[in-house]
């Protein structure tokens, strides 16, 4: 279902793609296919993903914002998430 809706949202070949959750419920190996695609797709639009599982999005964010009770706590580089997730 998810990957059906993703597939006719990118059909229509917007500028921006946003997503909700777009890994939530799916097997390990759809979830994967769903991350290359999202990787690929990076390159040809702007992509906003919200999620509760920052892990897998990390892979593909270039930048990601940090919310907390609906306001910004913190815009960072995927590769400072990672610095502050191993201390």
Do not use: C, W
């Not at 999202?38 to 990390?58: T, V």
Request: charged share 25%; hydrophobic share 45%.
């Amino acid at each position: 279902k998810a990957a059906h809706s993703l597939s006719q949202a990118i059909a229509q070949k917007p500028d921006y793609l946003f997503q909700d959750e777009p890994l939530a419920n799916l097997h390990i190996t759809k979830r994967k296919s769903i991350t290359k695609l999202l990787e690929k797709l990076k390159s040809e639009m702007a992509i906003a993903i919200s999620s509760h599982d920052p892990i897998p999005i990390l892979t593909i964010a270039d930048r990601v914002v940090v919310l907390e009770e609906g306001r910004i706590a913190s815009l960072l580089k995927p590769s400072e998430i990672l610095k502050e997730i191993q201390t």
